[in-house]
């Protein structure tokens, strides 16, 4: 028996490949560099490259007064802009030792579940997106629309809402404002079933995501990921059940805390359809509670220095994606001697760091979109 080779050339010897994806890519939702490793076309290492957005948002805390940094707040993460307020005017009121009216508490609860829902439709409409189904992110979008009017009606803000205040919020709401919320958000449950359908139903969708990107509940806790990421794997945690604020306490009948445990992208994609569900049953329950309050104030009158005590305190809120928390150290001044941000993204994105390695390049989009994460929220 004879044997003979025929040049194998590079194939002799195993060769690394290094890819970069981004920093300008349409998967990385922002400027996110990935360095990845390959041994032919599965990914051997992943390191994520960040801070091509960073704009020194800790440090412009200190040089702005308290009214001025829910300003700068609510932009690192531009999908959750309230609920990036609130965790400053909470931390805040709290150092204040601060009470707010019942109205504002409820009305803060509606807006925040409102801004989630709005956080929530950009993913589901773009994950699809990225798979190569263009149709979800219209119905996406257009269920964003609806809600977008009431919100920017209230606030003046598509985006950037600037309407929380320390002591509660800048004005009273419209005439009339609560019926039309109420509107929008049945006419966003009546259409969502369509959209699930769409999606859910689709069964390259489900090919390219069942079994894929399988984070472990040790990674999960190693890289401090929360929200619909780290339910995705199975850990049962939401600062909304188990830490109440505002005026979660007494909505626990309502609110369901969503888990899967199988933790791949698909997983991660039918907790965030399942949470959109519930907030637009819970932002139902603050429109019930808020028609039965008798007419009060929706804020407290302030001097026009605020100061807050010496001291410090930490204020975390369940934001759409994940922990967000405000470390705030007070000298007694105007300004905040120093503001910690935690952001729910910087903690997620790590965890690609384990979650890459070992899968094909052709499942990096369908892993990366799945992490649910804004650059600016990474970045700060």
């Known amino acids: 028996m004879t044997e003979t080779t025929i040049g194998i050339g590079g194939a002799a010897e195993s060769t690394d490949m290094v890819l970069n994806i981004g920093p300008q890519h349409p998967s990385t939702h922002g400027v996110l560099r990935l360095r990845l490793r390959l041994d032919g076309e599965r990914i051997s290492h992943a390191e994520p ?7 020194g948002a800790e440090k412009l805390f200190e040089a702005r007064d308290y009214r001025q940094i829910i300003m700068l707040a609510n932009r690192h993460d531009w999908l959750s802009a309230f609920s990036n307020e609130l965790g400053v005017v909470l931390a805040v009121e709290r150092m204040l030792g601060m009470e707010v009216p019942e109205r504002a508490v409820w009305t803060r609860t509606l807006l925040a579940e409102l801004n989630r829902v709005l956080n929530h439709l950009m993913f589901l409409g773009s994950y699809p997106l990225e798979l190569g189904a263009i149709t979800p992110v219209f119905y996406a979008f257009d269920e964003r629309e609806n809600l977008q009017h009431v919100m920017e009606e209230v606030s003046g803000g598509r ?19 609560y019926g039309r919320a109420r509107q929008a958000v049945a006419g966003v449950r009546k259409r969502m079933q369509t959209f699930d359908d769409l999606v859910l139903g689709n069964e390259i969708f489900r090919g390219r995501t ?8 040790e990674a999960v806790h190693a890289y401090g990921v929360s929200g619909p990421v780290a339910r995705g794997s199975g850990v049962d945690f939401d600062l909304r059940r188990d830490e109440p604020y505002l005026a979660y306490g007494e909505l626990q009948d309502t609110l369901k805390v969503v888990t899967r445990s199988e933790g ?5 994609f039918e907790v965030l359809l399942d949470q959109t569900y519930n907030a637009l049953a819970l932002a139902d329950a603050c429109l019930d509670r808020l028609a039965e309050l008798p007419p ?24 759409p994606l994940g922990l967000n928390g405000y470390y705030l150290v007070s000298k007694g001044e105007k300004t905040p001697y120093r503001l910690k941000l935690r952001s729910a993204s910087f903690n997620n994105i790590q965890a690609l760091t384990v979650l890459l390695p070992g899968t094909l390049v052709a499942d990096m989009v ?11 929220d990474v970045d700060k």
């Not at 069942?210 to 509940?217: A, D, K, N």
């Open 366 to 376: 369908a892993i990366l979109g799945s992490m649910f994460f804004v650059v600016g």
């Open 264 to 268: 791949d992208c698909l997983a991660r």
């Open 159 to 177: 985006m950037h809402y600037m309407f929380n205040r320390v002591g509660g919020l800048k004005e009273d709401v419209p005439n009339g404002w």
């Open 49 to 55: 490259i960040i801070g091509y957005m960073h704009r």
């Open 296 to 319: 009060g104030p929706i804020n407290q009158r302030l001097p026009k220095v605020l100061k807050a005590p010496e001291g410090h305190t930490y204020a975390w809120t369940e934001n």
């Open 210 to 217: 069942r079994g894929v990107g399988v984070l472990s509940q």
